[in-house]
């Protein structure tokens, strides 16, 4: 097996419980068009690694897999972690540099998040829900905004 098919079945089943939407916030359900939307965590390209949302506020989020998180609408201070290197299985990592990040965020209703890093910065992509951006696994871990997303926020360098 290649090796590149060893890591896509590795990202494939590593974290099974990224499946679903979790509520960061208080009562019942609301409907997609009341709350933003926040993937934690995005595989990037070039360079090759990968970024994490670590906390929303006061939510610390779950660092095994990528997750879908609903928020009320409003201001927020977002904690991000950004690794460059690549990892197949939990022994064979190549890491390069790691880099933390902080930066504020208004979310709107009816949007969907998801970070990024450009630049030699964290930087979050929003775009309404309906908007056609794709995961990248079958268990749906890692959401990669759609082309039209755009650049609502980035940190300072």
């Known amino acids: 097996m290649k090796s590149h098919h060893v890591f896509l079945f590795t990202i494939a089943f590593s ?10 916030y208080k009562g019942d359900t609301l409907p997609d068009s009341s709350v933003a939307k926040v ?24 660092t095994t897999g990528g997750r879908e998180y609903a928020l009320l609408p409003g201001e927020y201070d977002l904690h991000i972690y950004y690794m460059e290197g690549g990892c197949i299985g939990a022994k064979m990592c190549s890491v390069n540099g790691t880099k933390f990040f902080e930066l504020k965020l208004n979310l709107k209703a009816g949007h969907t998040y998801a970070p990024t890093y450009l630049n030699h910065s964290a930087c979050i992509l929003g775009e309404p829900h309906e908007s056609p951006g794709y995961v990248v696994n079958v268990t749906k871990e890692y959401r990669t905004p759609s082309p039209m997303a755009q650049i609502v926020a980035c940190a300072e360098k």
């Open 15 to 24: 974290g099974l419980v990224g499946c679903g939407t979790s509520n960061l």
């Open 39 to 62: 993937w934690n965590t995005t595989l990037l390209g070039q360079p090759a690694g990968f970024i994490r949302i670590e906390k929303i506020g006061e939510h610390a989020l779950t």
